[in-house]
């Protein structure tokens, strides 16, 4: 048989020129934020090309922008957790990236151990350039697949809430089956995350909320709920 091809990589589409957009930490302004453009990066071998397609807001973005959380610098792309899709791959070895759904690990640099923080965790939306941004470029061993059946927003909502959850309750309170789980203010992302693992554990899970739709959602997924 004729061999196959070998499929095009496509490029990066832009309206005018090879830049693109993204919202910056500019302390000095109200909002703290600023638009601002950059060329499209060259894409290097072990790295691809991601265009956003959704972007997450975390409660440290917020602080980011009004100098409330540490290592803050002007410039900085805002924002860890988004959902995009491949177009540009770095070498051969990244083909089986492109056009795929994918979540970026929001984490660049892990733990020593898994309770103890190391002084060299961190985070993409400070220090590291994060994702709100139209384009970013991801390594390919910090890409993640979206699961089969989440929208574009669903999948932008789940990295850092769920690693934050997963170490409070694997690694920090280390739950096991019928402990007692006390999670407070259900309404919260890390929250939701935090009773899901210690439920799948077969923990005693017991939560709290002020409002009465998220107290009637909490009693659906089989949580002890008060009010």
Known sequence: PTPR???????????????????????????????????IPKVKKGYA???????????????????????????????????????EVGCHEGELWINKKVIPIPIIKSFNSPVIPSMNYRLLGTPYQGVLSEYILVKYCHLYEVPIGLSNAEAASIPLCGITAFNAVFNKANVYVRDWVLVSGIGGGVAQF????????????????????????????GYKCFN
């Open 194 to 221: 935090i009773a899901l693992f210690a439920k799948k554990l077969n923990a005693d899970v017991v939560v709290t909320s002020g409002g009465d739709k998220k107290v009637k959602m909490a009693e659906k997924m």
């Open 49 to 87: 090309l991601v265009k956003v397609l959704s972007v997450s807001l975390n409660r440290r973005d917020y602080y980011c922008t009004i100098n409330e959380y540490p290592g803050v610098k002007d410039g900085v792309t805002l924002c860890s957790d988004c959902c995009g899709v491949v177009i």
């Open 5 to 39: 091809p070998p499929r095009p990589t496509p490029k990066p589409s832009s309206a005018a020129s090879d830049v693109y957009k993204r919202q910056t930490i500019n302390r000095s302004l109200a909002d703290g934020i600023e638009l601002s453009q950059k060329d």
